[in-house]
C-alpha cells in the first residue's frame, strides 16, 4: 500500500469542530474524527508522496516519535481508505 | 392503548420542529429530553424527519446534557447539512439565472424557498430535492435548461405526454452531491386538492433573498395552504407527518404571522385553520398565532405518538415486514389525528362514527385506484 502515493478524494472536507477534527461528505451520513496526526497526515495525500515518504516527512518533524510514526501511518492511510476519503494512484 | 410517557423521544422530536422557542417551550424542550431513557436512535430519527439540525440547535440551547457519542453524531449531522446547503445554494442560483437569462418565469416551492425566506440560515433546513414551478408550457423548455446546466434530465417526449404534475427529476452530482431538480407545471394533480394552481394563477408573490441574486415564491397564504395540503397528501397510514414539514409550518405562522392575511385563510383555505389546531399537539402555537387565526383547541387525539412508530418514507413492504396484522390494523382503524388531519375536522369537532365511514370510503376508493394502476401496468 505503501508503496502507491494515496490522493485525497475530492468533495472530503476537513472541518475543525470545538477541538477536534472531522472528515465529511456532503453526501455521506459518517463523518471520520480526526486527531492532530491525522489530520496532517491527510493534508499530505496529494497524489505526489507515497506512504513511505509521508512518514519520513513527519519523522522529521517528530523525531522522538518516529519508531511509531510508520505504524500510524499505514493505520490513518488504511481507514481512509476503507472510508473512501483517499485512493491509491500509481 | 399507549400514553404519550411511552414515546418521550418522538416527543421530543416534535417539540422541536420549529425554528424559534421562547423560555416556556424551551423549558417544555428540556422537560421532555429528561423523560427520555435511551438517546441512541436520535440521529437517526432526527435525520428521517429533516429536523437534525433544528433539533441540535433546540437541545444546545436548552442545555440539554446529551451522551458524547450522541453529541458528536448529531454535530456531524449539522456540519453536513451546512456543507450540503452550500453546494446546494450554488446551483439553485445558477438555475435561476439562467432561467432569467433565458426569461422563463420560475418559482421556488417548499425547501428551496423556505431555506432562503424563512429561516435563518439555509443550513438548518435539509432537503430532498429542489421544487420549481413553471408555467407548463414552460415545463420542457425548463428541464431542456437543465440539461444544458450539466443535470441529467430525462425529457418527455411531447408536452401531451406530461400528466404528472411534475416532470421526471432532473439530477446532477456537484462537489460529492447528488443534487435532484423537480420541474412542476402545477402545485397539485387535478383533483387530489381543493385546489391547484398553475403558475399564471398566483397573483400574490414573496421575494426569496438567494446571495446575490432574487428569486419568487408563492405569497404566504398560498404557501401555508400548499404546506399544508403536502402534509395532509404526504401522511398516510405508512407514513407519519414528516417533522420538517411541521416546523415549515408552524415557523411560517409563528416568524410571519402579522403578515399572513388570516381573513382570506379562514374564506379561502379553512383546511390550514383545521391542520394547525392538530399540529398544535405536536409543537405548541403561541398565544399569538391562536388570535390571529382564531383557532379553537380541542382535547389531544388518542393514538397521536405511537404514530410516530412509522417512520417517514417507509415502504409498504417494510411496514408488511412488521407484521401485516399491524399494518391492517393501523389502515383500517388509524389514528384519531390521522382521520381529523384528513377530513380537516380540525382538533375542537366531534369525530362521528360517519367520519370514520367517510375515511373507510376514502380506503376503499384509494384501495381501487391502486388495484386499477396495477392492472393497467399488468396490461403493458
Same mark, same amino acid.
Given at each position: 500500500?505503501?508503496?502507491?502515493?494515496?490522493?485525497? =478524494?475530492?468533495?472530503?472536507?476537513? +472541518?475543525?469542530?470545538?477541538?477536534?477534527?472531522?472528515?465529511?461528505?456532503?453526501?455521506?451520513?459518517? =463523518?471520520?474524527?480526526?486527531?492532530?496526526?491525522?489530520?496532517?497526515?491527510?493534508?499530505?495525500?496529494?497524489?505526489?508522496?507515497?506512504?513511505?515518504?509521508?512518514?519520513?516527512?513527519?519523522? +522529521?518533524?517528530?523525531?522522538?516519535?518516529?519508531?511509531v510514526?510508520?505504524?500510524?501511518?499505514?493505520?490513518?492511510?488504511?481507514?481512509?481508505?476503507?472510508?473512501?476519503?483517499? +485512493?491509491?494512484?500509481? | 392503548?399507549?400514553?404519550?410517557?411511552?414515546?418521550?423521544?418522538?416527543?421530543?422530536?416534535?417539540?422541536?420542529?420549529?425554528? %424559534?422557542?421562547?423560555?416556556?417551550?424551551?423549558?417544555?424542550?428540556a422537560?421532555?429530553?429528561?423523560?427520555? *431513557?435511551? @438517546?441512541? &436512535?436520535?440521529?437517526?430519527?432526527?435525520?428521517?424527519?429533516?429536523?437534525?439540525?433544528?433539533?441540535?440547535?433546540?437541545? *444546545?440551547?436548552?442545555?440539554?446534557p446529551? &451522551?458524547?457519542?450522541?453529541?458528536?453524531?448529531? !454535530?456531524?449531522l449539522?456540519?453536513?447539512?451546512? /456543507?450540503?446547503? !452550500?453546494?446546494?445554494?450554488?446551483? #439553485?442560483?445558477?438555475?435561476?439565472?439562467?432561467?432569467?437569462?433565458? %426569461?422563463?418565469?420560475?418559482?421556488?416551492?417548499?425547501?428551496?424557498?423556505?431555506?432562503?425566506?424563512?429561516?435563518?440560515?439555509?443550513?438548518?433546513?435539509?432537503?430532498?430535492?429542489?421544487?420549481?414551478?413553471?408555467?407548463?408550457?414552460?415545463?420542457?423548455?425548463?428541464q431542456q /435548461?437543465?440539461?444544458?446546466?450539466?443535470?441529467?434530465?430525462?425529457?418527455?417526449?411531447?408536452?401531451?405526454?406530461?400528466?404528472?404534475?411534475?416532470?421526471?427529476?432532473? *439530477?446532477?452530482?456537484?462537489?460529492?452531491? *447528488?443534487?435532484?431538480?423537480?420541474?412542476?407545471?402545477?402545485?397539485?394533480?387535478?383533483?387530489?386538492?381543493?385546489?391547484?394552481?398553475?403558475?399564471?394563477?398566483?397573483?400574490? /408573490?414573496?421575494?426569496?433573498?438567494?446571495?446575490?441574486?432574487?428569486?419568487?415564491?408563492?405569497?404566504?397564504? %398560498?404557501?401555508?395552504?400548499?404546506?399544508?395540503?403536502?402534509?395532509?397528501?404526504?401522511t398516510?397510514?405508512?407514513?407519519?407527518?414528516? #417533522?420538517? @414539514?411541521?416546523?415549515?409550518?408552524?415557523?411560517?405562522?409563528?416568524?410571519?404571522?402579522?403578515?399572513?392575511? @388570516?381573513?382570506?385563510?379562514?374564506?379561502?383555505?379553512?383546511?390550514?385553520?383545521?391542520?394547525?389546531?392538530?399540529?398544535?399537539?405536536l409543537?405548541?402555537l403561541?398565544?399569538?398565532?391562536?388570535?390571529?387565526? $382564531?383557532?379553537?383547541?380541542?382535547?389531544?387525539?388518542?393514538?397521536?405518538?405511537?404514530?410516530f412508530?412509522? /417512520? &417517514?418514507?417507509?415502504? &409498504? %413492504?417494510? $411496514?408488511?415486514? !412488521?407484521?401485516?396484522?399491524?399494518?391492517?390494523?393501523?389502515?383500517?382503524?388509524?389514528?384519531? @389525528?390521522?382521520?381529523?388531519?384528513?377530513?380537516? #375536522?380540525?382538533?375542537?369537532?366531534?369525530?362521528?362514527?360517519?367520519?370514520?365511514?367517510?375515511?373507510?370510503?376514502?380506503?376503499?376508493?384509494?384501495?381501487?385506484?391502486?388495484?386499477?394502476? $396495477?392492472?393497467?401496468?399488468?396490461?403493458?
Open positions: 500500500m505503501t508503496a502507491n502515493k494515496p490522493r485525497r =478524494v475530492p468533495d472530503y472536507r476537513l +472541518e475543525k469542530l470545538d477541538d477536534e477534527l472531522l472528515l465529511l461528505h456532503p453526501a455521506q451520513a459518517q =463523518v471520520l474524527y480526526c486527531n492532530e496526526t491525522a489530520s496532517l497526515i491527510w493534508q499530505l495525500c496529494d497524489g505526489q508522496r507515497t506512504g513511505a515518504e509521508i512518514s519520513a516527512l513527519l519523522a +522529521e518533524q517528530y523525531p522522538d516519535a518516529a519508531d510514526i510508520a505504524r500510524d501511518v499505514t493505520s490513518t492511510l488504511a481507514q481512509f481508505h476503507a472510508h473512501g476519503a483517499i +485512493e491509491y494512484v500509481a | 392503548m399507549r400514553s404519550t410517557d411511552d414515546h418521550p423521544l418522538y416527543r421530543l422530536l416534535a417539540l422541536c420542529a420549529r425554528i %424559534e422557542c421562547d423560555a416556556a417551550q424551551s423549558d417544555a424542550i422537560r421532555a429530553a429528561f423523560g427520555v *431513557t435511551t @438517546w441512541e &436512535p436520535l440521529p437517526s430519527l432526527a435525520e428521517a424527519h429533516g429536523i437534525a439540525p433544528l433539533v441540535y440547535h433546540h437541545l *444546545t440551547a436548552a442545555d440539554v446529551l &451522551p458524547r457519542a450522541i453529541k458528536r453524531a448529531m !454535530q456531524a449539522v456540519m453536513r447539512h451546512r /456543507l450540503a446547503s !452550500q453546494i446546494r445554494t450554488r446551483v #439553485l442560483r445558477e438555475i435561476v439565472a439562467r432561467y432569467q437569462a433565458a %426569461e422563463l418565469r420560475v418559482l421556488l416551492l417548499k425547501g428551496a424557498a423556505l431555506a432562503y425566506a424563512l429561516y435563518p440560515e439555509p443550513g438548518l433546513r435539509p432537503m430532498r430535492d429542489l421544487d420549481l414551478l413553471v408555467r407548463p408550457a414552460d415545463a420542457l423548455r425548463a /435548461l437543465l440539461g444544458d446546466l450539466g443535470f441529467v434530465a430525462r425529457m418527455p417526449a411531447d408536452e401531451k405526454s406530461v400528466t404528472h404534475r411534475h416532470l421526471s427529476p432532473a *439530477t446532477l452530482v456537484r462537489d460529492g452531491l *447528488t443534487i435532484s431538480v423537480e420541474i412542476h407545471r402545477t402545485l397539485f394533480e387535478s383533483g387530489a386538492a381543493p385546489f391547484s394552481f398553475e403558475l399564471d394563477d398566483l397573483r400574490e /408573490l414573496v421575494s426569496v433573498p438567494l446571495a446575490d441574486c432574487s428569486a419568487w415564491t408563492l405569497g404566504y397564504a %398560498e404557501t401555508l395552504w400548499y404546506l399544508c395540503q403536502h402534509l395532509i397528501e404526504s398516510n397510514v405508512f407514513s407519519a407527518p414528516g #417533522l420538517i @414539514w411541521v416546523a415549515d409550518i408552524i415557523s411560517l405562522v409563528e416568524r410571519l404571522g402579522a403578515q399572513i392575511d @388570516w381573513a382570506r385563510i379562514r374564506s379561502t383555505f379553512p383546511q390550514v385553520l383545521d391542520t394547525l389546531a392538530l399540529l398544535h399537539f409543537t405548541p403561541s398565544d399569538a398565532v391562536l388570535a390571529r387565526a $382564531q383557532i379553537t383547541i380541542g382535547a389531544e387525539p388518542r393514538d397521536l405518538w405511537p404514530m412508530e412509522k /417512520l &417517514p418514507r417507509t415502504t &409498504p %413492504e417494510e $411496514q408488511m415486514q !412488521q407484521g401485516y396484522r399491524r399494518t391492517l390494523r393501523a389502515a383500517i382503524f388509524p389514528s384519531a @389525528w390521522w382521520v381529523r388531519l384528513h377530513l380537516g #375536522l380540525g382538533s375542537a369537532r366531534p369525530l362521528r362514527w360517519y367520519h370514520r365511514a367517510q375515511y373507510w370510503k376514502y380506503l376503499a376508493v384509494r384501495f381501487a385506484h391502486v388495484q386499477q394502476r $396495477q392492472w393497467r401496468a399488468r396490461e403493458k
